[in-house]
């Protein structure tokens, strides 16, 4: 009976260490368990981007810091000219001038009226419009160039620029303001309105819609160095530059809002002189590929 006794005794300690074991073992089994999980949805990613072929390279800035945005690349920023003239008009002349300056005219009285003074909300809503021409501009000058089987002129880019230019702009004026629900709502109707509209009259007449714009970038002129003066007076208060204004831009860390209105201002400029230089050359009878296409004019 002793030795039975002593016998199960020391199953029953050697059951315990066995189950204090099998305890530890399961419990790490549980931790490899996930590494391996985690392991393998890595070597998953892996697969699928060594696959397909498409994975980003390590980005840096110049200071050696890693790149944070997926929307542009440091090789598509830039400084912009800010000695350009902000003053230059072109003077309506033939009918299809005036018919374009009094339709800017008359666009902007509704405008003036819903956003008085509120520029940061007036901005948003004007790049939403502005982004639309160039991508119009683009698209019709795309398909003509493989329909008559002929190059562009480099025209085809340089609109496409321009579009994403103002595109970046509005992604600015989203982290400054904040636009309520009615504003996303008129955002979505006109430029519903707009671009059908665009794309119509690009079809008919190049030219006109080129000068339109050309208007359309000079009231933009106005409507920021209104927005700077209402900054300079007070009205607006002058917060730090968005960390994409910075970056897109190339302004120094210490950036405000002046700034970044002041770079948007000179580009729009820019623009101006652009849509203005393209409705010339088809008034003068040729076509916008006879030209040099102003790329990277920024």
């Not at 790149?67 to 400084?79: A, D, G, K, S, V």
């Not at 809503?125 to 190059?151: C, D, F, I």
């Not at 562009?152 to 004026?173: D, F, P, V």
């Not at 948007?264 to 296409?293: C, M, T, Y």
Request: glycine letters at 8%; charged letters at 25%; proline letters at 4%.
């Amino acid at each position: 009976m002793e030795f039975v006794r002593t016998t199960v005794i020391r199953g029953l300690l050697n059951g315990g260490r066995a189950g204090n074991r099998g305890g530890r073992m399961l419990s790490s089994g549980g931790g490899a368990e996930a590494q391996v999980k985690e392991k393998k949805e890595e070597k998953k990613d892996m697969d699928m981007s060594s696959y397909w072929g498409i994975s980003r390279p390590k980005i840096t800035r110049e200071d050696g810091t890693e790149w944070p945005w997926n929307c542009f690349m440091p090789w598509e920023t830039y400084q912009t000219d800010l000695s350009i003239d902000l003053k230059k008009h072109h003077v309506p002349r033939t009918f299809l001038d005036k018919f374009a300056y009094r339709t800017v005219k008359i666009l902007r009285v509704p405008t003036d009226i819903f956003f008085q003074r509120r520029y940061g909300c007036r901005a948003m809503m004007l790049e939403t419009v502005a982004a639309v021409p160039g991508m119009v501009g683009g698209m019709l000058l795309h398909l003509k160039s493989l329909r008559k089987l002929q190059q562009s002129g480099g025209w085809i880019k340089a609109l496409l620029e321009e579009a994403e230019n103002e595109r970046m702009h509005l992604m600015t004026m989203v982290e400054l303001v904040q636009p309520k629900w009615y504003e996303r709502l008129l955002v979505l109707t006109v430029q519903g309105v707009f671009f059908n509209s665009f794309f119509v009259l690009y079809v008919l007449s190049p030219k006109l819609a080129h000068r339109i714009v050309g208007y359309l970038e000079e009231e933009a002129i106005h409507s920021y160095t209104e927005f700077l003066k209402d900054i300079d007076s007070g009205a607006i208060e002058n917060v730090p530059a968005p960390a994409i204004a910075i970056d897109y831009w190339r302004l120094p860390k210490d950036a405000t809002l002046k700034d970044v209105i002041t770079v948007i201002r000179a580009d729009e400029a820019h623009h101006r002189d652009v849509n203005h230089f393209a409705s010339d050359i088809q008034v003068q009878g040729k076509e916008l590929r006879e030209a040099p296409a102003p790329l990277g004019y920024h």
